[in-house]
């Protein structure tokens, strides 16, 4: 506490003294973030047929399972009584965004991830359970719901539901990620947070982190499997990213331009914290790091001609500095809004843990804890092999395939 | 019919999960969701009495006359009779209840009295405020103030 | 047949699970009602406070006399009331220097260099009992809500502790108790003014600068109060219609 007083300037309402909401509450729509971004880039293949990113449709959707099951692991961490966590559920209060939280979350990972994985998977699922024997063949079949069902017709029918329900997880995902950012925005006592635009910003920050990370994550796969990269699936991936890049930087451009011209009563404070508490993470991270340098990248990409390694290599370092300038704009948003005052008169300071509940550490078991799901999630349902009997492409495609593209 | 839901036998059984699941929150609601939530608005009503409930530790003020009236009758007249007893006394819920059990020290002078009438630049004008060492060059105020009346004598 | 098996297994399943249902429910609506507490009735009062910035000498005895009562933690992130001192020069009104040591806990060191050249107020602040309350609109639980008499109060055994009642109050009157990680903040004394007595910041201040009121008693001396006094509430433009009406309230005040 007593550094924590030092660390004040200026003044600050007593209370303010202690930040509420910590790195763990940065990590959050980091995680969810990540996860609307990979679906939306799955989604880019099923629901508007981009055919060129259907190697990474599987990868796409167990990335963002691998992640939405450890979303809730730092929420939990921060609450106060997280045993009491359930009664969000049972008496939630309506005119509370966090309150959808719990609805929300459950209806995108049941409806909309595991069945959709499901239905992609279920041939594969029954093959499995088929050769297998003892646990892992019980495993296999509880998986399938005891259904030994993969005949043509109801493969069909499974298409058609699971594209179904793709095209139901698209505003799914925006409500996902997108009440996160109502979360902030609508809280009216702090001028930082504030905005109509945080919902869309944080939405399109989020396809910008998931569509790199799927990107990241099938090149690491396939340097992992010794198999060469499919370039014209990277290639239009790193396309979107740019595209959605371009959208991103756009409105937080705006968001910028109209604070600096409209300059309300809060403008000095927070333009003091940016240029001196904030310079590290939001001008040098965020925004040049973070956005100008693979911005200008991936442009370099989209007008001139490099060779396969150029690309790949640039690929590679412009989603890594992509995933670190959002958790950067994550973090400007999160803790930047508690280091000022609502007097608008000084600044309190972040003195985040190391070994403690809500410390560094535990920050970065929160953010590997997901990578170490996803390489369980593919050692039980590959998503690049599709299984015995399957296609020959050895890159993953729909559990479907077989009824949609003729038997070589 | 029957022909209709061949092959979605799988399908019928994801759903049946669902409707399963659904039905258990249903039933645990109707546990979880504490008596009278609602009633009042969205929140508990027993949340209500709970803050009812703590004893005060600060008595009600007409309570020290019962026995104090004395020092009640010599605060007439004088500019302290608007400040109540706890302002200097502190808590004295306990020592109302028994007062034998629990009688409260008696304030330092040196520290109470210019805990209000120390000169701060923020006080207004008005008030009675002054710089102790050239007030009374280092002399306890009750050399010449009586706490209960401080007025000097004869005005 | 396998139609047949399967809607008949749907339909007993539906009635295994109405029937216990249908009985709790039954039984909760036969419960008795929860009491109300004897001699008080809720509904014949809303309260409010009034501060008259004029009278406050910045002694510290409602904060001292809070954190007695009311068993706040003792450290200096944790306050249920505050004072809060203004130096607002002159010539330059948009740029007061304020401090608030330990919330005033201990009083306030002397301003050495007093100049002619500013004002020099204490401002009194705890929670606002705000009739629109950000605060409790954001509560994801229903564990802060305002009760029928207009005080905001927190449901202690229904607080997960997630923090966004704090970050959503514009005047920075919550805080997390460090012992029971809930949040808490000032309940307007609700378990002293139930029993006709006074808040405990009322009791001890000196001047009468901090004064409880009860909007619906036509007798509470508030009326002619407000009615009389040039009155202000803060931040006026949140429109959280605050229920701590500043008599005296200078623009500069945050």
Partial sequence: ?408 | MVRRFRDTGHLLRLAGLFALGGGLFAIASLFMVPDGFGRYGHYRPGALADNRAPAPRYADTASCAGCHDDIVAARQGSRHVQVRCQACHGPLAAHAADPAADTPARPDAATLCLNCHRQLAARPAAFPQIEPVDHAGGESCLSCHNPHHPEPEGS | MDIDRRQFILLAGKALVLTPAAAVVLARLAAGQAAEAPGYEMARHWWAMAIDIEKCIGCGNCVRACKAENDVPREPAYFRTWVERYHVPVDDPEHPLVDSPDGGFDGFPARRTADGQAKDFFVPKLCNHCAQSPCVQVCPVGATFDSPDGVVLVDKTRCLGCRYCVQACPYGCRFIDPRTRVVDKCTLCYHRITRGETTACCETCPTGARRLGDLKDPRDPIHDWLRTNMVQVLKPQMATHAKVYYANLDGAVR
């Fill in chain 1, 1 to 408: 506490m007593e550094s924590l007083l030092r660390g004040v300037v200026g003044f600050i309402y007593p209370n303010e003294l202690e930040l509420q909401w910590s790195v763990l509450i940065v990590l959050y729509p980091f995680l969810t973030g990540l996860v609307a971004g990979a679906f939306i880039l799955a989604s880019l293949e099923r629901v508007f047929n981009v055919e060129a990113v259907r190697p990474t449709y599987r990868l796409a959707l167990l990335t963002a399972l691998a992640f939405l099951l450890v979303a809730p692991l730092p929420l939990q961490l921060h609450l106060g009584h997280p045993e009491r966590s359930l009664e969000m559920y049972f008496t939630p209060h309506r005119s509370s965004a966090m309150a959808m939280f719990g609805f929300v979350y459950l209806w995108y990972l049941m409806v909309v991830l595991v069945v959709e994985i499901w239905l992609d998977y279920r041939r594969d699922i029954v093959l499995q359970a088929r050769a297998s024997t003892g646990a892992r063949r019980f495993l296999y079949r509880a998986m399938a719901l005891w259904s030994d069902n993969i005949s043509p017709r109801a493969l069909a029918i499974d298409a058609k539901v699971g594209r179904f329900v793709t095209v139901l997880g698209i505003p799914s995902a925006f409500l996902l990620h997108g009440y996160v950012g109502f979360i902030f925005g609508s809280v009216k006592a702090n001028p930082w947070w504030s905005t109509p635009l945080m919902p869309v910003v944080f939405l399109f920050s989020a396809i910008v982190s998931g569509i790199a990370l799927v990107m990241l994550i099938y090149m690491a796969g396939c340097g992992l499997r010794g198999r060469p990269v499919d370039m014209p699936c990277v290639d239009t991936i790193a396309r979107y990213l740019f595209y959605a890049f371009l959208i991103d930087f756009s409105l937080e451009m705006l968001d910028l331009i109209h604070r600096v011209y409209e300059a309300d009563e809060s403008f000095k404070t927070l333009d003091f914290m940016v240029h001196t508490k904030l310079f590290a993470s939001q001008i040098v991270l965020q925004i040049f790091v973070g956005t100008l340098v693979p911005l200008g990248l991936l442009a370099l990409i989209q007008l001139t001609r490099l060779t396969e390694l150029a690309r790949r290599t640039i690929y590679v370092l412009a989603g890594c500095l992509t995933m670190l300038g959002i958790l950067a704009m994550r973090w400007n948003v999160v803790i930047g809004g508690q280091l000022f005052s609502k007097s608008f008169l000084g600044y309190t300071t972040y003195k985040m843990g190391f070994a403690t509940r809500e410390g560094l550490l535990m920050a970065l078991a929160v953010m590997v804890l997901p990578l170490l799901i996803l390489w369980g999630l593919v050692r039980l349902l590959p998503p690049w092999d599709a299984g015995a009997g399957a296609d020959d492409t050895g890159n993953g495609g729909h559990g479907a395939a077989a009824t949609r593209r003729p038997p070589s």
